[in-house]
């Protein structure tokens, strides 16, 4: 049976049971890495230490997209 078909027999059944199908398939893809998520939390404290610390310059959104602009 393919993804296809699947996904077409998971189009019948009630809203409810699809939304815990669709929670259990992406619980199923995520997979936490406590060495990963402590060297992003240590990256984040040290930003934000480096911007307490007038280190950073900072821009508004709106110049930040504009910078993204062709």
């Known amino acids: 049976m393919g993804a296809q078909e699947i996904l077409e027999m998971a189009m019948t059944l009630k809203a409810s049971e699809r939304f815990a199908l669709a929670n259990q398939l992406l619980e199923s893809l995520d997979h936490p890495d406590p060495a990963k998520d402590a060297t992003w939390s240590d990256e984040a404290e040290r930003r934000l230490a ?8 900072t821009c ?10 062709p």
């Open 50 to 57: 480096a911007y307490d610390q007038g280190k950073f310059q």
């Open 60 to 69: 508004s959104l709106d110049e930040a997209l504009d910078h993204l602009k």
